[in-house]
């Protein structure tokens, strides 16, 4: 976090006490902080302490003149490398979701290119009113990370889900969501995840045990590396990791129209989707009745994202997967061939490997090459696999026409 300005808001929960020691742990990590108080966190906490703490004025007014003159709100926006609401209120939550600039802090945020983050705090039944479940999913969906909450005693007298995370945990997590200075620093990767939905009817679908977690871990990795990472992902239980740019689909059509929105000015393109091969070539518009004793679904071919893309005049660093059953490593080459790819990364699954579990085998083939990297962790397999894709990257870049960044 050496250097990076991070503007602190803080906004009207008791928990905005904790927010004066958040700043002592942001600045501990090399960070420049600015406090941006709301009118209701003021009842709470005096600007002074912040001001003493930060180094900085407290800016609480959009209407400040003098400190307008000083720096005006756009500027501040601009000079934010990233924006960290906590504690976030349930009101500001609300605010936020809706995009209202009627107070200094709202309109920051509304006004910043840079990452938001929020830290919630509220009383557990606040936190779990359906109003503000609506307006979190709103947010994520816009890409602003939230930062728990935790469950534990609340300053109400209940106990639950509701508490902000304390200023340590809140300052780790902040530093992962700012780019790092990885060997894919400045380089963008799109990533697809998870299984594919393929609708039979409106109640029924076709899918795989894809659990995203090697994808998940993939982004995770690459976003330490440094890279804007996009990740589309088809359904899956997980969170997505700081800093990264989700984009859920269903389908296998999705995947695709989602790839193709995203892919121009990709550098590199790692496809670990398990991405359905076949759908219905008829889904019903009405649930079918079981008015026979047999029933036969049509299916039909899907569209191969994987091969889509590195079929493209201008494509990016093109990485696959392939999941097998028997004969791992000579069916991988024989896929890193037909689909024209950069890299393959094989892996065999069973029942009881590869899907749905947290560790994994991966070995890497490219042209000339191979590598073994062993059984582990998935998260393990996967920072080693974007050292791999960033050497590898780097390398093709070199030979002009290879890649097209
Ligand atoms: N893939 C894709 N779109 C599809 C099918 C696969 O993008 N419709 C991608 C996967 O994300 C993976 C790679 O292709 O990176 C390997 O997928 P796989 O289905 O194993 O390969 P196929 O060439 O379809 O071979 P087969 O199913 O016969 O093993």
Known sequence: ?????????????????????????????????????TAAAREFVGPLTFQALSGRPVRTDLWDSAAESAMGHIELARWADAVLVAPATADFLARLAQGRADDLLATLCLASAAPIAVAPAMNRLMWANAATVANIERLRARGVQVLGPAEGAQACGEFGEGRMLEPTELAEQLDALLPAAGPLRGRRVLITAGPTRERIDPVRFISNRSSGKMGFAVAQAAREAGAEVVLVSGPVALPTPPGVRRVDVESAEAMYAAVEAEVNGTDIFI?????????PAHPSGQKIKKTSER?????????????????????????????????VEHNARAKLLRKNLDMIAANEVSHTKGFDCEDNHLIVLWREARRDLGAGPKIALARELVQLIATSYAEARDVPGTVSA
């Open 1 to 37: 976090m050496q250097g990076k300005r991070i503007l602190l808001g803080v906004t009207g929960g008791i928990a905005a006490y904790k927010s004066a020691e958040l700043v002592r742990r942001l600045r501990e990590r090399g960070a420049d902080v600015q406090v941006v108080m």
């Open 295 to 327: 029933l036969q679904l049509e299916m039909e071919r899907t569209v191969d994202v994987l091969a889509s893309v590195a079929a493209r005049p201008n494509r990016p660093f093109v990485v696959g997967f392939a999941a097998e059953t028997e004969s």
């Open 271 to 279: 496809s670990t989707a398990a991405v359905a091969d076949y759908r």
